[in-house]
């Protein structure tokens, strides 16, 4: 996966530096005295960096062991002379930071990399801020799977005599729509009424079971006071007579002695119940139930081109027939997969000529089976500004499906300084424009507004679809520490 992503958005970074080393505050209180010449020489290369990293950046990503090693060491140094203006002590380390931006410009210098300017957004302030809202490519896919949702639901509901846990696991590639789905089953109506209890939880990378008990019993609205005891005496004990529900979202365990002890407690459930599983894994499913695998088949490329189009343009009246007739052959390339689909059709909603049509069509490879739809996220992510790269991947220090409070992300991005300032708006207003121009390109889904009791605190909150939460950890990997033991929603860090 860390190859398939490479750009690191290093702009802000070195922007950020830039800004500390032409502070007034370094001439007012005296703090360069003796290295006068040092300074000037740095406020003067830090520029020429900046004018070409754009270029480095997409020569990185084409696989270019040069440039992703010269981005990497000037991560680094950025990272370190930052620290050094921060504590307003230079000396020494000021020197050495220069000979160390003195030898990356040598060597940009001689890989060739050339002044290539950032891709800027083309929406207006006023569209970012609503477009989220208005196109939901989602309520397509929800049309496309019709059929889908009624044959298990009906499978579901056939089993109310059925004193054994029934398990029906959904198999599909990445991206193809399997959660989507599982959620369009859970609020069938009468999926709604015809189970006693109804719990949710995603699953994800780690299959831990004790963990896994208690967040299944803390999705519960049926709150109990005996947390004391074993999560999975607590879990035999909620579920014990109910006929229950219980979606558990992408899961990858391969350990059958897991999924045996934590069906140990499930089966104590009423007759009727169902756990529903998504998984990419076809072994997982076998491991789990044999017997009852969904297989989901991709959608059908009127499907494909619909979301596309939902995405590509604001309107009907914004549809030039020329870019229309381009769409056949853009959504072959998304094999099938509605992510793909929503997030090829987000990239061209910034490109308004058939120029930049035809080459994000060139660029954006034709999903297979070995890639899966990344190369498609990989343009998507790699087509943002930087300053919006790096904001997009610090989500990476969130769980997967965990339910983000925008306000307090807008100020981690504050915090870190990768908000570009703007002399007209304060950063937060610039802040909630970043957010929904990624809201816009589908980086971040389930947006929803809530108000305290009283009606009076609005708040917001988002999440990202795994596969985007993969793209971000592979731009972060070796940068943050991502909580394994997902919190519950009581616990999450809107309320910190």
């Known amino acids: 996966m860390a190859e398939m992503v490479v750009s690191m958005a290093i702009g802000p970074l070195v922007s950020m530096l830039r800004d500390k080393a032409s502070n007034y505050l370094l001439d007012q209180y005296n703090v360069m005295e003796g290295m006068e010449e040092q300074h000037k020489i740095l406020k003067r290369k830090l520029p020429a960096i900046l004018d070409i990293i754009t270029y480095a950046e997409e020569q990185a990503t084409a696989h270019m062991e040069g440039a992703k090693a010269w981005l990497q060491e000037l991560k680094t140094v950025a990272y370190e002379a930052n620290e050094v203006f921060d504590e307003f002590k230079m000396g020494i380390k000021l020197c050495r930071i220069l000979r160390d931006i003195e030898a990356l410009i040598a060597d940009m210098q001689a890989f060739g990399f050339k002044y290539q300017p950032q891709p800027q957004p083309s929406v207006s302030k006023q569209w970012r801020q609503t477009y989220y809202v208005i196109i939901d490519p989602r309520e397509i896919a929800m049309r496309s799977r019709d059929k889908e949702k009624k044959n298990i639901v009906d499978i579901l509901l056939g089993q109310a005599s059925n004193p054994d846990l029934v398990v029906v696991p959904i198999v599909g590639i990445g991206g193809i729509g399997k959660t989507t789905l599982a959620q369009l089953i859970y609020n069938e109506p009468q999926v709604q009424k015809h189970f006693q209890l109804l719990l949710r939880i995603c699953v994800s990378d780690t299959f831990d079971v004790n963990s896994l008990a208690k967040s299944i019993v803390e999705a519960s609205p049926k709150k109990s006071d005996d947390i004391d005891k074993p999560p999975l005496d607590r879990l035999q004990k909620l579920v014990s007579g109910q006929r229950y529900i219980l979606v558990m979202d992408d899961v990858w365990n391969q350990d059958v002695y897991k999924w045996e002890r934590l069906k140990g407690s499930l089966q104590h459930g009423g007759s009727g119940s169902v756990v529903l599983t998504t998984t990419r894994d076809k072994q997982v499913a076998d491991i789990m139930a044999p017997d009852k695998v969904c297989n989901l088949d991709v959608l ?109 992300l807008i100020q981690l991005w504050i915090a870190n300084a990768f908000i570009p300032e703007h002399k007209e708006d304060s950063l937060e207003t610039t802040g909630k424009h970043i957010f929904n121009e990624l809201a816009s390109r589908s980086f971040f889904l389930d947006i929803e507004e809530s108000k305290d009791y009283r009606g009076l605190y609005s708040r917001t909150t988002c999440k990202i679809h795994d596969m985007m939460h993969d793209i971000a950890m592979s731009v972060m990997e070796e940068e943050c520490v991502v909580a394994n033991n997902k919190p519950s929603e009581k616990n999450q860090l809107a309320s910190r």
């Not at 059908?300 to 009907?316: G, L, M």
């Not at 099938?336 to 035809?358: C, D, I, N, Q």
């Not at 343009?379 to 499906?401: I, T």
Request: hydrophobic share 40%; charged share 30%.
């Open 300 to 408: 059908e490329d009127r499907f494909i081109k619909e979301i596309i189009e939902a995405k590509a343009f604001s309107s009907k009246k914004e549809k030039p027939d020329v870019l229309v007739k381009m769409v056949d052959e853009i959504a072959k390339r998304c094999s099938g997969s509605p992510l793909a689909a929503t997030a090829l059709g987000s990239v061209l909603r910034t490109k308004t000529s058939v120029e930049e049509w035809k080459a994000i069509s060139s660029r954006s490879s034709i999903c297979s089976e070995e890639t899966g739809i990344l190369p498609i996220l990989k343009l998507s992510y790699n087509d943002l500004p930087s300053h919006m790269k790096q904001c997009f991947a610090l989500c990476a220090v969130f769980p997967k499906d965990y339910t983000i409070d925008v306000a307090k």
